[in-house]
């Protein structure tokens, strides 16, 4: 099994992000001819979601969300004072949280003749939920 890290810079509180590129180029240099690709992201308010990375869909994925999980609506992740070691700096980020439990935070796809086997309108997508931050996602061939 073959495993690396990317990170990717976030550059709004709610964006999306293709990796696929990213992905082909970690099954380029795996020389690996078939497979399963897997990326597992290693924050609780991000997903990973395979879908079209189309203009419009995004901005409906946004309100979709929104309206799911809207901000502040009396969270009890959202009462930081009374919780334990919060730094200061501490978001209310319920929501977040719960957009990213309704979206998964990984994903598997298969791979042949050494590329990534996706529909014609799809990408894999990195969904930040909470950002901007630096995001860091795992991917594996197996």
């Known amino acids: 099994m073959l495993t690396e890290t990317i990170s990717i ?15 082909q180029s ?15 992201s290693k924050h609780t308010t991000t997903a990973l979601i395979v879908n079209e990375m189309e203009e419009r869909l995004i901005m409906d994925l946004e309100k979709w969300l929104t309206e799911l999980a809207p901000k502040l609506q009396g969270y009890k992740h959202d009462d930081l004072y009374l919780r334990e070691n919060i730094p200061e700096d501490e978001p209310r980020n319920a929501h977040s949280h719960l957009q990213a439990i309704l979206l998964g935070n990984s994903i598997s796809v298969p791979f042949k003749d050494g590329k990534i086997q996706l529909g014609k309108y799809q990408d894999v997508i990195l969904v930040e939920l909470d950002g901007p931050k630096e995001r860091n996602i795992v991917i594996s061939i197996q």
């Open 9 to 23: 810079q976030t550059n709004s509180s709610f964006a999306c992000h293709s990796i696929t590129e990213r992905i």
């Open 26 to 40: 970690f099954i380029d240099t795996s020389q690996q001819l078939e497979g399963v690709v897997c990326a597992s």
